[in-house]
């Protein structure tokens, strides 16, 4: 196991989250993007979360139970949301995406994510069950996650401009 830049408190112990947690959610945005959508991402930065204020004005949240437990947040500046659903979509103007169709839009992009992360999981000792995804839109918002598990913010650039993945996942072990 790796620590990437924290601890998680499970029970008693502490816990150290294990990267190969954080990797498939990594893989499964850039190849959704890449192959779904015909747009290259790239990884700029990964970080420890300290708050709850959220990134951008569109937010997918998915929460996954299980042996896993935790959720997947993806955000997106409005711009970008409206180009990438716009090409999730084929509509050619991303601007005349409706609200409807944005919620769709970004929903599916963190199902597509979330199921290629569990497919590259289902090998290893961690597992978990998908939740239906909800779509927040605002400004100035938070979104909580467990005190007691780390969150991983993931930066990502794709048609110049900046998203973020956050992964939030206690590190529980399937029972033999």
């Known amino acids: 196991m790796e620590n990437v830049g924290g601890n998680s408190k499970q029970g008693n112990r502490r816990v150290p989250l294990d990267v190969r947690l954080i990797n498939p959610f990594i893989s499964g945005t850039k190849e959704v993007f890449e192959v779904m959508a015909g747009i290259p991402v790239k990884r700029k ?3 420890l979360k300290k708050d709850y204020k959220m990134f951008g004005e569109i937010s997918g949240i998915m929460g996954l139970t299980g042996d896993a437990v935790g959720s997947i947040i993806i955000s997106f500046p409005k711009k970008l949301a409206d180009d990438v659903v716009s090409k999730f979509l084929g509509i050619e103007d991303g601007e005349n995406i409706n609200e409807d ?5 970004v929903g599916e992009i963190l199902n597509m994510i979330t199921g290629k992360a569990k497919t ?13 995804p909800t779509v927040i839109m605002g400004q100035n918002y938070e979104i909580s996650h467990s005190k007691d598990t780390p969150c991983i913010v993931v930066i990502f650039e794709a048609i110049n401009l900046q998203f973020i993945l956050q992964v939030s996942l206690s590190p529980h072990k399937k029972q033999e």
């Open 45 to 47: 930065s990964l970080s």
């Open 101 to 105: 169709d944005m919620r769709d839009g």
């Open 120 to 132: 590259l999981l289902a090998s290893t000792e961690y597992y978990f069950k998908l939740s239906i």
